[in-house]
């Protein structure tokens, strides 16, 4: 690491006290392993200071048990995204098919008013209204559920 | 130095498939926990940000799903995700990578046990990244392209890089009148 071919050896000498003479003598007109010894003395010292101080590390259980709810959470975002998706294709479908054959269908009730008898127009906008109400609701509920899913997915 | 691939016996059953069951994974914290913690504690300079990061750390890498039986790649790539989530936190704080203030009275830390030891003054008077390689190099035992690996610098470079913060290292112990013991074989 100092380019000298002695550091692993001085690195090892300065953590478990391994010296040689040779070694010593080396590291004492060596100015990178001299820096590399010292250095390598204040860090074990200190690593051991640290080893001293007896604060109690965090439970691992708490760590596993949120690991375990972190992967149910993204397995179960994985599994709804699937969901998500074809409720929206879904809509889109819905609101295709809505405006291709939104001109047809008026062009159809407009026919039927024809045939159908006067007293029966009278009730024709009620007739058209029931399945319209009932599109459109389909439609808001479908979208509104598409982003609860995403949303209590993604929290 | 002792490895963990020696403490942890490789045919444990939790390691099996080379993902970690609980049983497996608390043998890993154990022998792992507290030098990490020690390795947080002196890049950040804080301990409770430092057991914060430590948690982050073991939840990434269970999440990770990482597949080995070496424990001592585990132990690196472990050792990753905190370099990582220590270069996230101080990105965050700031739009530069830069160094924590010079001294731990700055911080605030005066009073804290890990920031009152001469060696803490020292490395606490250095940039993180300074500090980070060091450590990795020095105390546990890295290569150069863990280490580079880890930094997310190039591996060419690292040599003189480490060079330097030795250096550095080397100029704020005599700065402090730090007298390391010399070790002894026992």
């Given at each position: 690491?100092?380019?000298c071919?002695?550091?692993?050896?001085?690195?090892?000498a300065?953590?478990?006290g391994s010296w040689t003479?040779?070694?010593?003598d080396h590291?004492?007109s060596?100015?990178?392993?001299?820096?590399?010894?010292?250095?390598?003395?204040?860090?074990?010292?200190?690593v051991?200071a640290?080893a001293?101080?007896?604060t109690?590390?965090?439970d691992?259980?708490?760590?596993?048990?949120r690991s375990?709810?972190k992967?149910?959470?993204?397995?179960?975002f994985q599994a709804?995204?699937v969901i998500?998706?074809v409720?929206?294709?879904t809509?889109?479908c819905v609101?295709a098919?809505a405006?291709?054959f939104g001109?047809?269908l008026r062009?159809?009730i407009?026919?039927?008013?024809t045939?159908?008898?006067?007293?029966?127009?009278?009730d024709?906008?009620l007739?058209?209204s029931g399945?319209?109400?009932v599109l459109g609701?389909?439609?808001?509920?479908m979208a509104l559920?598409?982003l609860w899913n995403?949303?209590?997915?993604?929290s | 130095?002792?490895?963990v691939a020696?403490a942890v016996?490789?045919a444990?059953?939790?390691l099996?498939?080379?993902?970690?069951?609980e049983?497996?994974?608390?043998?890993?914290?154990?022998?792992?926990?507290?030098?990490l913690?020690?390795y947080?504690?002196?890049?950040l300079?804080?301990r409770?940000?430092a057991?914060?990061?430590?948690?982050?750390?073991?939840?990434?890498?269970?999440r990770s799903g990482?597949?080995?039986?070496d424990?001592?790649?585990?132990?690196?790539y472990l050792f990753r995700?905190?370099t990582n989530?220590i270069?996230d936190h101080f990105?965050?704080?700031?739009p530069?990578?830069?160094?924590?203030?010079?001294?731990?009275?700055d911080?605030?830390f005066?009073?804290n046990f890990?920031a009152?030891?001469d060696?803490?003054?020292?490395?606490?008077?250095?940039a993180?990244?300074?500090r980070?390689m060091?450590?990795?190099?020095?105390?546990e035992?890295?290569s150069h392209?863990?280490?580079?690996k880890?930094?997310?610098l190039?591996?060419?470079?690292l040599?003189s890089m480490?060079?330097r913060?030795?250096?550095?290292m080397?100029d704020r112990?005599?700065?402090?009148?730090?007298?390391p013991?010399?070790?002894?074989e026992?």
């Amino acid at each position: 690491m100092s380019g000298c071919r002695y550091e692993t050896d001085v690195v090892t000498a300065a953590r478990d006290g391994s010296w040689t003479e040779a070694l010593r003598d080396h590291a004492a007109s060596c100015l990178g392993c001299a820096e590399t010894a010292l250095v390598v003395a204040a860090l074990t010292q200190d690593v051991e200071a640290l080893a001293l101080d007896d604060t109690p590390l965090p439970d691992p259980k708490i760590i596993w048990i949120r690991s375990r709810l972190k992967l149910r959470q993204e397995r179960s975002f994985q599994a709804t995204r699937v969901i998500t998706w074809v409720q929206r294709l879904t809509i889109v479908c819905v609101a295709a098919v809505a405006i291709f054959f939104g001109p047809g269908l008026r062009e159809l009730i407009s026919g039927l008013r024809t045939l159908l008898p006067t007293a029966a127009l009278a009730d024709l906008p009620l007739l058209i209204s029931g399945p319209s109400a009932v599109l459109g609701l389909t439609f808001v509920v479908m979208a509104l559920m598409a982003l609860w899913n995403e949303r209590s997915a993604v929290s | 130095m002792a490895t963990v691939a020696s403490a942890v016996p490789a045919a444990h059953a939790g390691l099996a498939s080379g993902v970690m069951d609980e049983a497996a994974f608390q043998a890993f914290y154990t022998l792992t926990a507290r030098r990490l913690r020690a390795y947080l504690i002196r890049s950040l300079a804080d301990r409770s940000l430092a057991d914060d990061l430590m948690q982050e750390a073991y939840l990434r890498l269970l999440r990770s799903g990482l597949k080995t039986d070496d424990e001592d790649h585990r132990k690196a790539y472990l050792f990753r995700i905190a370099t990582n989530l220590i270069r996230d936190h101080f990105r965050r704080r700031r739009p530069e990578y830069e160094m924590p203030p010079d001294l731990p009275g700055d911080l605030g830390f005066q009073n804290n046990f890990e920031a009152r030891t001469d060696v803490a003054r020292a490395m606490n008077g250095l940039a993180t990244r300074d500090r980070q390689m060091l450590w990795l190099a020095y105390v546990e035992g890295s290569s150069h392209q863990e280490i580079a690996k880890a930094l997310g610098l190039k591996t060419a470079s690292l040599k003189s890089m480490l060079s330097r913060a030795r250096h550095r290292m080397a100029d704020r112990i005599r700065e402090l009148g730090i007298r390391p013991l010399e070790r002894s074989e026992s």
